[in-house]
């Protein structure tokens, strides 16, 4: 299974259209700062599976801002972090994983690419495709997960 992992687009959409066409990934998980940007993707790719969460920036109270997923049977813990300090550590991300019976954390919030074993949890920030064009492109399979991009 592929999987693109976007965050913090702020309303540039472009990069992740691109890379969708051009990777065909069989989910996307958007990590949030700018949730109506999903509205974008999802007019583009109607019958693409798009996870999402909403950010710091984002006012639609209605959506969650985490959830535990599992693909490719491995278990994601998907936040945008900064209801964890993110930006200051990752111990207490790692730790709402845990509680979650998760083994990866993926998050955004510090616009900064990360990849980060904390207490046995996978942490990864795809960094900011907004400002940065940055994303994530993961290959699961089998409870294994391969770091393509």
């Known amino acids: 299974m592929k999987m693109l ?5 702020h309303g540039f959409t472009a990069t992740m259209i691109e890379a969708i066409y051009d990777n065909e990934p069989d989910c996307v998980v958007f990590l949030g700062d700018i949730h ?3 509205n974008v993707l999802s007019r583009y790719f109607p019958t693409m ?5 909403i950010g710091n ?8 801002t985490e959830t535990a997923a599992e693909f490719g049977g491995v278990k994601f813990f998907i936040t945008h972090g900064h209801k964890y300090g993110v930006k200051s550590g990752l111990t207490a991300l790692a730790s709402a994983a845990k509680r979650n019976g998760c083994t990866v954390a993926l998050f955004g919030h510090t ?3 990360t ?3 904390v207490d046995g949890i996978l942490c990864l920030n795809p960094g900011s495709v907004g400002f940065s ?5 993961l290959n699961i399979k089998d409870g294994k997960i391969e770091i393509l991009k």
């Open 5 to 9: 992992v976007f965050s913090d687009s």
């Open 115 to 117: 990849e980060e074993t």
């Open 133 to 137: 064009d940055k994303y994530m492109i």
């Open 36 to 38: 109506a940007d999903c």
């Open 57 to 64: 920036n984002d006012w639609n109270h209605e959506l969650r």
């Open 111 to 113: 616009h900064v690419r």
């Open 49 to 53: 599976t798009i996870c999402e969460v």
